[in-house]
T-cell receptor, first 109, second 113 residues
Framework: EDQVTQSPEALRLQEGESSSLNCSYT??????LFWYRQDPGKGPEFLFT???AGEEKEKERLKATLTKKESFLHITAPKPEDSATYLC??????????FGPGTRLSVLP | DSGVTQTPKHLITATGQRVTLRCSPR?????VYWYQQSLDQGLQFLIQ???????AKGNILERFSAQQFPDLHSELNLSSLELGDSALYFC????????????FGSGTQLSVL
């Protein structure tokens, strides 16, 4: 069964304190791994797609990396506006997306 | 703004009732997905339509049904509502059959009292 787990469940950082979020997955065949950001009361917003091990994508203070078993979302020098829930999702070949439970990130000023 | 429109934003109803949630996908997107999000279960895939036809089913209850109309908007019908159906219901759209990244609407918050 395709599964996605994310850790930690919640993370509190001081502004400027860099850290990483983890997404571990088991999937029969990975077509793509996706990162989304979700603000309270809103729909998830697409951040990155990664397709193969070793691939990296960057956007502002965020960088996503992918290995054969997990993905990391690195947050460098975060700001309070980076506070959100970050969702990881995998797309197996021929299947629909499977979302992880998310990591709730709080960045304190 | 994702370009996906969902109405209504909030819905309060009683157990046993029936409601309809509506979704208009991004212009040009042929695929529409419905997801349910509750505090204890995360985002759960319900159903996908592609250009008017059902493409995939997830954890959708028999009391729930959906359809996609010729103008590509979609409706999710929830009937015989139970307290446990209270959740955020999201619609998402994507551009093609290969299921590229999803664009989500702002959701409908359903409260069953």
């Amino acid at each position: 069964e395709d599964q996605v787990t994310q850790s930690p469940e919640a993370l509190r950082l001081q502004e400027g304190e860099s850290s990483s979020l983890n997404c571990s997955y088991t999937v029969s065949g990975l077509r793509g791994l996706f990162w989304y950001r979700q603000d309270p009361g809103k729909g998830p917003e697409f951040l990155f797609t990664l397709y193969s091990a070793g691939e990296e994508k960057e956007k502002e203070r965020l960088k996503a990396t992918l290995t054969k078993k997990e993905s990391f979302l690195h947050i460098t020098a975060p700001k309070p506006e980076d506070s959100a829930t970050y969702l990881c999702a995998v797309q197996p070949y021929g299947q629909n997306f499977v979302f992880g439970p998310g990591t709730r990130l709080s960045v304190l000023p | 703004d994702s370009g996906v429109t969902q109405t209504p934003k909030h819905l309060i109803t009683a157990t046993g009732q029936r409601v309809t949630l509506r979704c208009s996908p991004r212009s040009g997107d042929l695929s529409v997905y419905w997801y349910q999000q509750s505090l204890d279960q995360g985002l759960q895939f319900l159903i996908q339509y592609y250009n008017g036809e059902e493409r995939a089913k997830g954890n959708i209850l028999e009391r729930f049904s959906a359809q996609q109309f010729p103008d590509l908007h979609s409706e999710l019908n929830l009937s015989s509502l139970e307290l446990g159906d209270s959740a955020l219901y999201f619609c998402a759209s994507s551009s093609d059959r290969s299921n590229e990244k999803l664009f989500f609407g702002s959701g409908t918050q359903l409260s069953v009292l």
